[in-house]
């Protein structure tokens, strides 16, 4: 039996619930397939730039989501050798769009938000896809379970090793070499720590610290693991060790934070990143279908805008899609057949139209990251002299512009 289904969003991640969430605003209904049996909360936390914040206001979300996490007032730099401070940034100048806005955002509190705003059944957990194929103006969505949607829109929010984004050509994002550890520390009590984003490089490492609220600070480390570090992976009690020991020359508070996190609450794995020229003649979109979040445009997190890119996906698509969708509806079509034909270029043209505002800020985000993340963990004496004298405050001042930028509303006005 095939049930027909308006959207049809693959993955529960910031990308399709975001995307869920904004085409309910619009009144708009949309099904939301997740593989895993509840909401996968990995990563622990993310850093939300202005940009971001723009997204969470277009959707409902922004002030709530203010009032549980603190908001950063700058970002200071320091040296793993020598332990001095190299660079020291306030977040409080304005930008184009506005004030400057940061907070470091729990995964967990940010998915639960967005899922909690949509009607019940939007989600369908458990629902693995395996494979995709055209139908007229339709797409035939396969799932594990041998259940069949016919989807008049098919979105890939699937993540890095999206399904979606292979169906429409993409290659599978790239290994860069590098490897992140990501953790989260709750204190008993309040942790003390400045409201102060605080990065660490040196050595061909690069970490830092960012308190989430009074009791919660998120940590990463990355660096480019040899073979046998790669095998400590799979030994969350020697990894830690092995961590503690490559931090290098930082204060006793950072450290603790790393000592505090509980061993279920750090994960580490791989760093992938799609080329960005292939955004440039890849198809973003085809048709009915198109992708969003990781499955559009994996990114190092080097300028941390992986997940504030997925809240701008997520908006700049329902409003796309939002305008095609309630177009058709207003149009008055007595022929089926020619019906289904106008809805489905309306809907193309809508994905059109999102494929052309996202195209080249997607790849605008993943080349700085890339080049960033190669700037700040590289370990020749030369470059290493260069980033601590010169680079640092060009660096840090990436992050900020970068995260001026305004993906609009969910109407057009």
């Known amino acids: 039996m095939q049930v027909v289904e308006d959207v049809v969003i693959v993955g529960a991640g910031i990308s399709g619930l975001t995307t869920a969430l904004g085409l309910h605003r619009l009144g708009i209904r949309s099904l939301v397939l997740e593989s895993f049996d509840s909401l996968r909360i990995t990563g622990f936390a993310l850093t939300t730039w202005t940009n971001a914040w723009k997204a969470l206001d277009a959707i409902g979300l922004g002030d709530y989501l203010r ?4 908001t950063l007032v700058g970002n200071v730099v320091s040296s793993r050798i020598s332990g001095l401070q190299m660079f020291e940034m306030s977040f409080k100048e304005k930008g184009k769009h506005g004030d400057h806005e940061n907070r470091c955002v729990k995964r967990k509190l940010l998915l639960e938000a967005l899922a909690s705003e949509l009607p ?16 007229a103006y339709f797409k035939l969505v396969h799932l594990a379970d041998g259940t069949i949607l016919k989807a008049k829109v098919l979105v890939g929010c699937d993540g890095v090793n999206s399904l979606v984004a292979k169906w429409l050509g993409f290659k599978p994002p790239v290994f860069t070499g590098r490897s992140a550890i990501r953790g989260s520390a709750e204190f008993k009590s309040s942790h003390e720590f400045d409201p102060m984003f605080m990065q660490y490089f040196g050595n061909g490492l690069r970490s830092g610290v960012v308190p989430c609220d009074d009791k919660n600070v ?10 046998q570090e790669k095998e400590l992976e799979e030994n969350p009690a020697q990894l830690k060790r092995y961590m503690l020991s490559k931090l290098g020359k930082v204060s006793d508070e950072v450290r603790a934070v790393v000592e505090n996190t509980d061993l279920d609450a750090f994960i580490s794995s791989p760093l ?12 973003i979109n085809k048709g009915n279908v198109c992708v969003a979040g990781d499955a559009l445009h994996p990114m190092t997190p080097d300028i941390g805008q992986g997940g504030c890119a997925a809240l701008e996906d997520g908006v700049v698509l329902a409003r796309c899609l939002g305008e095609a969708l309630l177009k058709n509806r207003s ?5 089926e057949g020619e019906q289904g034909k106008e809805e489905y270029k309306m809907i193309e043209r809508g994905l059109n139209k999102y494929a052309s505002e996202r195209r080249w800020r997607s790849f605008d985000l993943i080349s700085t990251a890339y080049v960033v993340g190669f700037i700040q ?3 020749g004496k030369i470059m290493t002299f260069l980033r601590d004298k010169f680079f640092s405050p060009i660096l840090a001042g990436l992050l900020l512009k970068k995260a001026d930028y305004d993906c609009g509303k969910l109407r057009s006005s």
Not at 120 to 135: A, C, H, L, P, Q
Not at 218 to 227: A, K
């Open 67 to 70: 009032q549980q996490h603190l």
């Open 120 to 135: 019940s059944g939007t989600i369908r957990f458990s629902s693995k896809v395996v494979s995709i194929e055209e139908s």
């Open 218 to 227: 998120y940590w990463y480390i990355t660096w480019s693991p040899s073979s």
């Open 272 to 283: 992938r990143y799609r080329h960005p020229w292939e955004l440039l003649w890849g198809n």
């Open 331 to 335: 149009q008055e079509i007595r022929d």
């Open 377 to 379: 963990e590289a370990d």
